[in-house]
């Protein structure tokens, strides 16, 4: 997504619709970024906003027109978004957001590997196994 220096929207593509999906009608050129959040906050789409909204909407901007590396959001539905946020040269701001409720989940709960798979790996050499995280060998 791109915003101009007022954090008005520009331009945004289709996985962000599908991200925020609860708020892609208000996207429109020229609406601006903190006016979506707001109402995402009275709607109840950021839980982590609950009771703090004031705060978090204080943080959640402060982060859009101050980037410092990326972030996380939790979104009502259970998805959690990593966010990136940039300047650019005129004063814009360029937008990432990616999707990492699956990749989380799988931290949270690793598959089980049955014995047999555990048995085609072998601690004998330093190459790690992508199905158990033990070593396999060369």
């Known amino acids: 997504m791109f915003l101009d220096a007022e954090g008005r929207y520009i331009l945004w593509n289709q996985q962000y619709v599908n991200i925020y999906k609860r ?23 950021y839980p982590e906003a609950f009771g703090r909204e004031e705060e978090w909407m204080t943080t959640r901007l402060d982060k859009l027109f101050n980037p410092d590396g990326r972030h996380e959001q939790k979104l009502t ?39 047999a798979t555990r048995s085609r790996c072998s601690s004998t050499v ?4 992508a199905s158990c995280r033990s070593t396999t060998p060369r």
């Open 23 to 45: 708020s892609s009608h208000l996207f429109q050129p020229g609406a601006r970024l903190a006016d979506t959040l707001r109402i995402g906050v009275e709607r109840g789409d």
């Open 77 to 115: 539905d259970g998805h959690t978004i990593l966010i990136e946020e940039r300047r650019t040269s005129d004063g814009g701001i360029i937008g990432l957001r990616v999707d990492i409720t699956e990749k989380k989940r799988a931290r949270r709960h690793p598959p089980y590997f049955s014995p």
């Open 126 to 129: 330093s190459t790690t196994c």
